[in-house]
């Protein structure tokens, strides 16, 4: 059952009958008061219909509405005083719709008794039929079309059946209000009416909760649209993120420019041809995508139905992923050894200077001394030499050192030795501590270069077997890499940490050919002599190549700053190494340059030490008593010196150019130093046994020519000297070292003199050189 909505009081304006939904003429405001009762049950008749009527406003007078009445209340009041005020509600839905209360109140017998008191009260009232106010209403509109007047002229009532055809052509036409009846109390409502009326008042409220839910949307799409920065010109269309959608009204004001067939035939068909390019674009990739597909499948089968591939594959990821290992460990602890071989080289090279600057101020020291016991020598004065502490504090260690030396001569059996061809390269004990220590914890460091390496990347045997593997699996890309020449570079972090101890100054050091790199990388050269591409095997050279790499510079470095040209031993290990280094490149068609940087820097160093190192002081002739005196053992002991030097400068023969070696040792040294000292000694059999240990030490193939009758012209000066010898002794009592001068003659292959000086001297057959003794 529907609610009864809230009465609400308010004035209204009394309008004039024949104001209607159809534009009537206004009636006067007031007019004359009818009889109550026949008008109010006329009006009750007329609104029989209250849909029909407009709710415009009508020309009453001002009346306050009261609470409702019944009707026999109403009935009995006075009818002029009345007669201008209407009992109405404060709503038309209470005339159309009644409330339950009156509808549950009123009975047949309150409506009967009613009746009658209506009749009973105007019965001279005569109220026309129906039939007749229709006539009259079709003539008033008939008269309203000319515009003219209305006319008065009254015609016959129509029928009941003309009426209801009137109704049906003019369903709009309303009866004027003074013909319409008033409801005074509302007809009870039938079931389908109050269902009607519940419908009506819920979608009422509905459409304003929906009016409510969209007014709530537009508020927000408009506190969006003030948070958020919009680009002028785009569109954002926030009916996507709304439930509720709301609909543009079409903007009428808006005009756009004509459009005909031909326009709209060519917009198609432009539209028609970007679609198809499209269509093809897409046609071709998914063509593309399908043979893609497609290979991709036949790869995967031939992947999975050869085995071999497959590991192929994985043999070849595994050698990527080891040698970019390698290279990142090697380029680590590549900055670790270069510390290492800088420590070890700071020590080698300080030990080296301090022997040298004491030598060099041990013989400044006795040419000093010398000069000094000449000059009393002269003065014929025998009092003691004043000496400084320190210069006496150095004779006194060059003596007890030379003691030492003699009581470990005797001890060995060694009685064949001649004062001043010793090294005097001793260090003293607490020196000789202190090396060892700094030398011990420099290879104690060494050790632990790789100590967090596995063996795998760090030993050159596992790392060439490796190769070794992928050069006899897959030969041809193995050599299209160019491994050969990649493997110096790669070994040579490896090896320098093995040189790293390597002394090539010892005669007790290692071999080369002895070091386990070395038997490693030779075992990998001989691996691939069976291989058949020997042509462009550059396999074959990754020994010479990692020996100019990393033995070369080594052994430069220490020719340059530690080597002494004075030391036999130091000269004989170094050039051991060297030939076996050289011996590597016999194959080279050009000697590399790490190699003649080497040999530059021997002729260098050699030539300093001939400046620096070589010094025989010139004395008069001693006799034989006077060859105990110390001017005489101290010239000794330098020509011994010179000649020690002239032996270790020849041991180059081989490596150095016969030229260079000739000038270094016969020119800057022979014919400079010694061969005056022997003419300034005294001929006998010293100078002689001089003679030969000079010529003992020349090379033999420079006199390998068979045909060559007179020596090389950097001996003749040295030629002269043992004629003149000769001559001499002829006469003495040293006539049989004649002989041996001739032997001298003939070695170095001066036969011609050798031959003269036979004849001369008219030695026997059985003694004669040039016939074979």
Request: hydrophobic letters at 30%.
């Amino acid at each position: 059952m529907a609610l009864r909505p809230q009465r609400t009081f308010r004035r209204r304006q009394v309008e004039s009958s024949d104001s209607d939904s159809e534009g009537g003429e206004e009636r006067p405001a007031e007019e004359p008061a009818e009889p109550c009762g026949p008008s109010a049950g006329g009006r009750a008749e007329g609104a029989a219909e209250p849909a029909r009527r407009p709710r415009g406003s009508r020309g009453r007078g001002r009346v306050w509405a009261s609470s409702r009445r019944s009707p026999g209340t109403a009935s009995r009041r006075d009818c002029d005083a009345e007669s201008r005020t209407v009992d109405l509600s404060t709503d038309e839905e209470e005339e159309t719709h009644p409330s339950p209360e009156r509808k549950a109140g009123q009975s047949p017998s309150s409506s009967s008794s009613s009746s009658l008191e209506e009749k009973e009260v105007s019965p001279i009232v005569q109220i026309p039929d129906a039939a007749f106010i229709q006539e009259a209403r079709r003539k008033r509109e008939l008269a309203r079309a000319p515009g003219d007047y209305i006319s008065l002229d009254v015609h016959h009532p129509p029928t009941t059946s003309d009426r209801k055809r009137s109704d049906e052509e003019d369903p709009d036409s309303d009866p004027d209000d003074c013909e319409k009846r008033i409801l005074f109390a509302p007809k009870p409502q039938t079931l389908r009416q109050r269902m009607a009326e519940e419908t009506s008042i819920r979608n009422e409220e509905a459409s304003e909760e929906s009016q409510e839910d969209e007014n709530q949307d537009i508020w927000e799409q408009q506190q969006m649209r003030k948070a958020v920065k919009i680009i002028e010109g785009q569109n954002i269309d926030l009916s996507r993120s709304s439930d509720s959608q709301t609909l543009k009204k079409f903007d009428t004001s808006i005009s756009f420019p004509p459009v005909n067939l031909e326009i709209i035939k060519k917009q198609l068909n432009n539209r028609l041809t970007l679609l198809q390019d499209t269509h093809r674009s897409h046609q071709r990739e998914y063509e593309k995508y399908l043979e893609d597909i497609k290979s991709s499948k036949t790869a995967i089968q031939n992947l999975e139905s050869a085995s071999d591939q497959t590991l192929n594959y994985k043999f070849y990821k595994g050698m990527k992923i080891y040698v970019e290992n390698i290279i990142d460990c090697l380029n680590e602890k590549i900055i670790i050894i270069e510390e290492l071989e800088s420590s070890m080289h700071t020590l080698l090279l300080k030990r080296s200077e301090a022997l040298l600057k004491r030598r060099q101020d041990e013989l400044k020291c006795e040419s000093s001394y010398m000069q000094q016991l000449s000059r009393n020598a002269d003065s014929s004065s025998n009092g003691s030499l004043a000496l400084d502490e320190k210069d006496q504090q150095i004779l006194d260690e060059i003596k007890a050192r030379r003691t030492q030396r003699r009581q470990a001569r005797a001890l060995s059996g060694n009685c064949d030795h001649q004062e001043g061809t010793s090294s005097d390269d001793e260090l003293s004990s607490a020196e000789m501590t202190n090396f060892q220590k700094r030398q011990g914890g420099i290879l104690q460091d060494c050790k632990k270069v790789f100590e967090d390496v596995h063996d795998d990347f760090c030993n050159v045997q596992n790392i060439l077997l490796k190769f070794q593997q992928w050069r006899e699996k897959f030969p041809d890309s193995y050599y299209e890499a160019f491994i050969g020449l990649c493997l110096p570079k790669l070994l040579s972090p490896l090896i320098r940490v093995q040189l790293l101890d390597w002394n090539p100054l010892k005669l007790d050091s290692m071999g080369l050919n002895q070091m386990p790199w070395f038997t490693s990388i030779t075992e990998f050269m001989n691996s691939s002599m069976d291989d058949t591409r020997k042509e462009d095997d550059s396999d074959q050279n990754i020994l010479s190549v990692v020996i100019n790499r990393t033995v070369v510079p080594r052994l430069t470095d220490f020719v340059e700053f530690i080597w002494d040209p004075l030391s036999t031993s130091q000269t004989r290990s170094l050039t051991t190494h060297c030939r076996l280094v050289f011996e590597q490149s016999a194959s080279e068609k050009e000697v590399s340059k790490s190699k003649q940087d080497l040999l530059k820097s021997v002729v260098v160093r050699i030539k300093k030490s001939v400046e620096d190192d070589v010094f025989i002081p010139l004395y008069p002739k001693s006799s034989e008593e006077g060859k105990m005196s110390a001017h005489s053992k101290f010239q000794e002991r330098q020509f011994w010196g010179a000649l020690k030097l002239f032996r270790n400068i020849l041991l180059w023969n081989g490596l150095l150019p016969d030229d260079t070696l000739q000038d270094l040792g016969l020119g800057k040294l022979l014919n400079r130093y010694l061969i005056i000292a022997l003419t300034n000694a005294f001929p006998g059999p010293d100078a002689v046994k001089k003679c030969s240990q000079i010529a003992a030490c020349l090379p033999e193939k420079w006199f390998e020519n068979s045909a060559m009758r007179t020596s090389i012209p950097q001996l003749e000066n040295f030629i002269q000297f043992l004629l003149q010898s000769a001559h001499k002794l002829s006469s003495s009592e040293f006539r049989n070292e004649v002989n041996e001068i001739i032997l001298i003659l003939v070695k170095v292959k001066a036969l011609n003199q050798a031959e003269s000086l036979t004849e001369k001297h008219h030695l026997e057959p059985s003694t004669h050189p040039v016939t074979g003794v």
